[in-house]
């Protein structure tokens, strides 16, 4: 679809990369708003360089292997958190005309694949590291992330049903006439608290939870291998909100302005909206969220399906 | 819940120390009695005798009598015992009823020898376990059948008693430190946690447990404070807090500094409560210096304290939600507490530590336009705390993580030594500003906020209750705050005045003197006691009739509270743990000393 598959190859990543080191900043600065101080506001203009010189201070610093940790695991654990989100994007239907994998017929499924790969990194990084502060979040995160994964996909195929696809493609060009957001609203809500866990933020970052863990699964990490987590975490959340704007919000549809500008805007607001949350809500407890994922959103999000299948087999049928 | 003051709810027979101790005071065990200045009763009994008397005091007392304090005097070279038992150490229990109007009693037991012995009683009330604990550590008195009879300040490789009169005092008296690469593995060693030592097992029927060392750094422990902690997955089974970390040999110093230089060490005793520390200081050195304080500086430092109380429950509001991650309110807390700071400073020039409180009054009058300053801030804050109301008291994931977590009983509170909010969370209206008013708390309208749970959202509800209070009390000074002096004219304070000292010779010398030995205290035994930002903090000083105290005892609230944590955290996730630890409101410096 791309007209220069290897240079879109090459590009999204940096850019992705760049989105998400940019992300540090904003979501500093944002939470500096809310909070009545500034947040980093000397390094370049409004302090948008800060970003930069933390990556620079990340990349020069020693490169330390604890003499404990499990060397091979504990180097490869960053490396699959970074590349799993960084493959997500391949897919994702950024306007009518980009994406690097094209439109895969089963892009959906390929995200909740390269996604499910991603708790790997972390449980991977808990085991690895040796440590009981990394074992007890690694435990956290496996548990977590896996629940969440399971009606994360159910939460999503209300969506599929709906446009009949697994194509990203297909899913956005289904929404032309309304917004997913609108019959899917369920499906959104379930996918949103499911995308969270995920992404393990606040309120549901417990398997890094620094008043308990000191810094969970990553404990032991520093240098650029912690910067790689810490990337990844900014991609994720640029990812899910991408997959919110693609699912539920039209994808690149709007009027006047170019699809990518209504992209970027819309995936801008869902990413906001994931800082303001992190600004507002305490964290909840491991069994509150195990609770509230199998006893609460699992049941929703099986009604979402149920309801859905419903509604199209009496529209077929009449 | 309900917030207002009714009294001693969940604390029955109000009065019943009275009777077991004139019960006592006819049976033969008393060795002597003694009345101090500060009108608390002394009796004396012999080693053997105490713990049948304690044992039938508590039956007495029922579930309203306190173990208030246990501690050691070296008597050894005290000139001024007039007529006291022969003793080369007294042990000290300090028992106080939550009566209508606090009763209190201390019992002193004399001990002989070089190394004494006398029988524990942490079987009878839990929390004097660590009491016994830190005299065995600081005194070397022995107390037999306490259960883990160890070490609790000092590291476990100390080697020396050091609130004896023998041991040095200060730095310059020893030859220079050093530590060799051995004797630093030695200490590290040391420092190792052995779960057989207090009788843990390594694993159950069917898991091995994990030993989680919390703390000395960790980002939740406020301060350093380490707990180890014995888990299976992540509930805990059970948890070992060990203190000591920020210990600084504060009543030693007690002992070398002269009693007006030693005001600016207890501000950083609570390092959060500034001025509150030298409340009960201050008050102690005048009891027994027999010095009356003005009405007009008994009003400013009631209104410090007050502005004190609020900085320091703002902290502890900021950061218990912050414990449990909510990342903002801190930040708004913090910005509050500046401003309760900017008020402190254009009163006193200083900020956390003010040292403000002089014996005898306060350092300076009030500046002109201070009211205004406290007037717009108590205009405004009212309006903030019902903001974070809605943000942290009615958020619902802040109420799941608070309610019914880490509940006592009124009974547990009292038998652990707990007061403050965290005794007047479990239901009883308790607080010293109402039972024992000193100062000029008695001419001020307050409620007592209460819960009735005891768990951590009741203590949090309680603390910010207070602040509503405090605020309250703070309009009241300043809307009727007296004209007159802000220091008592008595020739003890410090430091003395100097109008006519360039003018005649006697007054010179006294100057001089006074100021560079500083004032000469009568011999005995004084305590005071307020209500401070955590609970009960006393001073209790004994003078030789010296420049500087023969002993200077501080009772703080964070060194009992904190003793509760394993009997709360048995079977809570480590999550809940930190809930607690953030509830209980406590600061190292204030357990340590």
Not at chain 2, 74 to 101: C, I, K, W
Request: charged share 20%; aromatic share 10%; proline share 6%.
């Amino acid at each position: 679809m791309t007209p220069l598959p290897l240079l879109s190859i090459l590009l999204t990543p940096l850019i992705i990369l760049a989105l998400a080191t940019l992300l540090t900043w904003v979501e500093r600065r944002l939470l500096g708003l809310w909070q009545d101080r500034y947040g980093p506001n000397r390094v370049g203009p409004g302090g948008l360089f800060q970003a930069v010189a933390d990556g620079i201070k990340l990349l020069f610093k020693q490169d330390w292997i604890p003499p404990f940790a499990d060397r091979g695991v504990f180097v490869l654990a960053p490396v699959i958190g970074m590349m799993t989100v960084l493959m997500s994007f391949a897919v994702i239907p950024v306007t009518a005309l980009s994406g690097i994998a094209g439109n895969l017929n089963v892009g959906l499924l390929f995200v909740l694949a390269m996604m499910g790969l991603g708790v790997y990194a972390v449980v991977l990084a808990g085991w690895a590291s040796n440590s009981k502060y990394a074992l007890l979040g690694g435990m956290r995160a496996a548990a977590q992330m896996i629940s969440y994964e399971v009606f994360m996909g159910i939460s999503l195929l209300g969506v599929v049903m709906t446009a009949g696809s697994f194509s990203l493609y297909d899913i956005v060009t289904a929404q032309t006439r309304m917004w997913f957001v609108i019959p899917q609203c369920v499906g959104l809500i379930v996918f949103l608290l499911a995308g969270i866990a995920e992404t393990h933020r606040l309120p549901f970052d417990l398997p890094e939870g620094e008043n308990e863990l000191g810094a969970g699964f990553h404990t032991e990490y520093s240098g650029m291998k912690f910067g790689m987590f810490f990337i990844a975490e900014y991609a994720g959340i640029v990812l899910i909100s991408a997959l919110v704007t693609t699912l539920w919000l039209g994808g690149w549809q709007g009027p006047v302005l170019p699809g990518i500008v209504w992209f970027a805007l819309k995936t801008g607001a869902v990413v906001v909206l994931f800082i303001l949350l992190r600004a507002a809500l305490p964290r909840l407890r491991y069994d509150q969220l195990m609770a509230l994922g199998w006893k609460v959103l699992l049941p929703l999000s099986l009604l979402n399906v149920t309801a859905t299948g419903t509604v199209l087999m009496l529209r077929s049928a009449g | 819940m309900t917030l207002t003051a009714t009294v001693s709810a969940g604390l029955t027979r109000p009065d019943a120390l009275t009777g077991a101790v004139s019960d006592l005071c006819h049976s033969p065990v008393i060795l002597a009695s003694q009345q101090e200045r500060d009108g608390v009763r002394v009796l004396w009994i012999a080693a053997s005798d105490l713990r049948p008397a304690l044992a039938r005091l508590k039956e007495q007392g029922a579930d309203a009598l306190m173990l208030f304090d246990v501690t050691a005097i070296d008597e050894r070279g005290r000139l001024h015992r007039n007529g006291q038992p022969e003793a080369s150490f007294t042990v000290v229990y300090h028992l106080m009823s939550l009566a209508a109007r606090a009763d209190e009693i201390r019992i002193k037991v004399p001990l002989t020898g070089d190394a004494p012995e006398l029988p524990g009683i942490s079987d009878l009330w839990p929390n004097a376990n660590w009491y016994e604990r830190e005299i065995w550590d600081l005194f070397g008195i022995r107390f037999t059948g306490h259960p883990f009879l160890r070490r609790i300040l000092t590291p476990p490789t100390w080697t020396d008693h050091p609130l004896r009169k023998d041991h040095h005092a200060r730095a310059t008296e020893m030859p220079p430190y050093s530590l060799t690469e051995d004797q630093e593995q030695h200490e590290q060693e040391a420092l190792h946690f052995d779960p057989s030592l207090w009788g843990m097992k390594r694993h159950s029927d069917h898991s091995d447990f994990m030993f989680l060392n919390l703390g000395p750094n960790h980002p939740s422990v406020h301060g350093v404070f380490r707990i180890i902690l014995q888990l299976e997955g992540e509930r805990i089974v059970d948890a070992v807090p060990d203190i000591g970390f920020h210990h600084r040999g504060a009543e030693k110093m007690g002992e070398r500094q002269s009693w007006h230089t030693y005001i600016p060490y207890t501000d950083r005793v609570d390092y959060l409560g500034g001025v509150m520390n030298n409340f009960p200081y201050v008050m102690a050195v005048e009891t027994l210096a027999g010095i009356t304080v003005p009405p007009r500086a008994q009003m400013i430092r009631v209104m410090l304290a007050e502005l004190f109380r609020i900085a320091s429950h703002l902290v502890f509001y900021g950061t218990m939600a912050q414990d449990v991650g909510q990342l903002s309110p801190v930040f708004y807390m913090f910005t509050d507490r500046e401003r309760v700071f900017g008020i402190i400073e254009a009163i006193c020039g200083f900020r956390m530590h003010p040292a403000w409180f002089r014996i005898g009054g306060v350092a300076m009058d009030l500046p002109a336009g201070w009211d205004g300053l406290i007037r717009a801030f108590l205009d405004d804050l009212p309006k903030r705390l019902d903001e974070y109301d809605a943000m942290v008291m009615r958020n619902p994931f802040f109420r799941a993580r608070t309610k019914g977590i880490g509940a006592y009983t009124a009974a547990e509170a009292v038998e652990w030594g707990v007061t403050g909010p965290g005794l007047r969370a479990c239901g009883p209206a308790w607080d010293y500003r109402r039972h024992a008013p000193y100062a000029c708390y008695d001419q001020l309208e307050f409620d007592i906020p209460t819960g009735t749970n005891g768990d951590c959202y009741d203590r949090i509800a309680v603390h910010v209750e207070e602040i509503r209070q405090s605020l309250r009390i703070i309009r009241q000074c300043v809307d009727n705050m007296p004209a007159g002096p802000v220091k008592a004219d008595h020739p003890l304070t410090a430091p003395p005045p100097k109008a006519r000292t360039m003018q005649d010779i006697e007054t010179l010398i006294h100057h001089f003197l006074s100021v560079s030995w500083g004032p000469v205290i009568p011999p005995g035994e004084a305590r005071a006691c307020v209500e401070a930002t955590k609970g009960l903090n006393s001073y209790t000083l004994i003078s030789d009739g010296g420049t500087t105290s023969w002993r200077t005892r501080i009772r703080t609230p964070s060194f009992a509270h904190l003793q509760m944590i394993p009997l709360l955290s048995r079977g809570v996730m480590i999550a809940d743990l930190i809930a607690i630890i953030g509830s209980i409101d406590f600061v190292m410096a204030d357990v340590d000393r």
